[in-house]
């Protein structure tokens, strides 16, 4: 067996099932590996962000890792951005990523570059194979690596002649690591913290602090201690709904995000870092936890989020039925010309139980997310490392990894254009993901932000950086070209109607909200 085939075999025996790839001439060792190995599927994606935005997605939902592959260090940089996110996520990843022979590396071949260089940014591990004979061993250890709670990306480089010398052979899986434990002293300390509060205090809950059991057990320690629940503005997978905990979100912009903090005395962490702001501006701060409040960390990201909540409870005596669960919640939907507030209001009420939603949808998706707060359970990904383009990617991803539960991806539609490629994919790969995209042919967001960093009186270049409308972008053509059912709307009872019948059947559609 080459070096290909014991290090694509060695990841199929530790479990990788999915391969999402966008290869070239020096994977083609890899593409006949994967090809073989009869229990990995594979899924193209045309842009790397697409590949690497997908692995992300199925890391998310399947809480273990997919491969990409991906060609020699510019076809790993195309998707650095989503990998970005990826890894801000805590979602487990693992990276194939060819490179030159190595007797070819000194000719200085025009696709020649320091891979490691540009693999090592957006990876929490990066590694080299030494030899045909070592890459099962790289892989292995990938899978580890990547499986190391609550999930890392590890990046293999496979020099092509590494790929395809024989002689090689399987290993075995490696050992997972141990899942971190929050300290006695940290739940301790949180405790006390809760007890001797001088004012409110704010239960701050991020990374897998959000998935259902770790919920139940902060309604505990809410219902013992009157300790408010928020979590982070970006999470990376909140499973939320009627029935589930309620947590607030915090809001995206500083300001309003220290005012939203302002009153609390305590604050106690789990599973996320203390929030600062997105960016800097001028005259606005950057740390936003109240000035003199008690900060406590109970388990950052890579600790066991649940148990430390569970012991944090079992430290307050608190009670056994959890508090501030979700109520059902409805919204009137105002007829008439489409606008956030009714599309949230209609999204809510149509949004099926299981339903899995990609959220990318900027300052027209806000209202969907608020109302749906008492929808059908349900699980809410979203933009975790900033860098926009993720959501279709994600989609395609999390529909991979959950076929039998309906994906929706909510989308503005200046990020949907980094990776319209995704639509292709879940036209080729029949996958159930219905896209909304929020058509107000502008980046909205940055018409905010050019006045809150303090452009002053931004002129006609200015605003045109920011204008999608020259020309208009059609996206109900662009996703029927790309073999993606598709209908415009533009009225609250032609949404419903095309969420409805989208909702109703699977397989991919597409709902161009004009806004």
């Given at each position: ?17 999915v ?15 994967v ?55 805590g ?10 022979a ?20 957006m ?20 899978f ?77 320690i809410?219902a ?74 109970l ?30 919640t ?11 507030g ?16 990609s ?48 994906v ?20 080729r ?23 809150r ?19 208009t972008?059609?996206?109900t ?39």
């Amino acid at each position: 067996m080459n070096g290909a085939e014991a290090f694509i075999n060695t990841l199929a025996e530790c479990g990788v099932e999915v391969c999402f790839a966008n290869p070239g001439t020096s994977e083609m060792q890899l593409v006949a590996a994967v090809d073989r190995q009869h229990g990995m599927r594979a899924v193209l994606g045309l842009f790397e962000g697409v590949v690497t935005g997908a692995a992300d997605g199925y890391g998310r939902m399947a809480d273990k890792p997919a491969i990409t592959l991906l060609h020699l260090g510019p076809g790993l940089g195309n998707g650095l951005a989503n990998l970005h996110n990826a890894r801000r996520a805590g979602s487990p990843v693992i990276n194939m990523v060819g490179d030159h022979a190595t007797y070819h590396r000194h000719y200085d071949a025009p696709l020649t570059s320091d891979v490691t260089g540009v693999a090592a940014p957006m990876s929490d591990w990066v590694r080299i194979s030494r030899s045909e004979r070592d890459l099962a061993q790289a892989g292995a250890e990938a899978f580890s690596v990547a499986q190391s709670y609550p999930g890392k990306v590890a990046t293999v480089i496979v020099p092509a002649d590494h790929a395809w010398t024989e002689g090689s052979a399987m290993v075995a899986p490696l050992a997972i690591p141990q899942v971190a434990c929050a300290p006695q002293e940290a739940i301790d300390a949180a405790a006390a913290a809760l007890r001797e509060s001088k004012g409110p205090a704010v239960l701050f809950l991020g990374g897998r602090a959000l998935r259902d059991g770790a919920l139940q057990a902060a309604g505990r320690i809410a219902a013992a201690t009157g300790a408010r629940l928020i979590c982070e503005t970006f999470a990376a997978r909140h499973q939320r709904g009627a029935g589930r905990i309620a947590v607030e979100r915090l809001p995206y912009f500083g300001e309003q995000a220290e005012a939203y903090l302002a009153e609390f005395k305590t604050l106690v962490f789990v599973g996320c870092e203390p929030p600062v702001s997105f960016f800097a501006y001028p005259g606005k701060p950057s740390w936003l936890s109240p000035p003199g409040a008690t900060i406590v960390r109970l388990a950052s990201m890579r600790e066991d989020a649940q148990a430390a909540l569970e012991g944090l409870a079992t430290a307050l005596d608190a009670p056994a039925e959890p508090a501030l669960v979700q109520q059902p919640t409805t919204y009137p939907a105002e007829p008439g010309k489409l606008n956030s507030g009714n599309l949230g209001a209609i999204f809510a009420e149509l949004l099926p139980e299981g339903a899995i939603v990609s959220d990318e949808g900027a300052t027209q998706g806000g209202a969907a997310y608020v109302m749906s707060a008492g929808s059908r359970p349900h699980d809410w990904m979203q933009l975790t490392g900033g860098s926009i383009g993720q959501g279709l990617p994600l989609a395609v991803g999390a529909a991979v990894a959950c076929p039998d539960r309906k994906v929706i991806a909510l989308h503005g539609d200046g990020g949907a254009m980094y990776t319209n490629q995704a639509l292709w994919t879940m036209a080729r790969e029949k996958l159930d993901v219905t896209t909304i995209i929020l058509n107000n042919s502008s980046y909205a967001i940055l018409n905010i932000e050019l006045a809150r960093v303090g452009a002053q009186n931004p002129g006609p270049k200015a605003l045109s950086m920011l204008d999608l409308g020259n020309p208009t972008i059609n996206w109900t053509q662009l996703a029927q070209g790309m073999g993606v059912s598709a209908e415009r709307v533009e009225t609250a009872e032609a949404f419903r109607a095309a969420l409805a019948h989208a909702l109703a059947h699977k397989g991919p559609y597409l709902i161009e909200a004009m806004l």
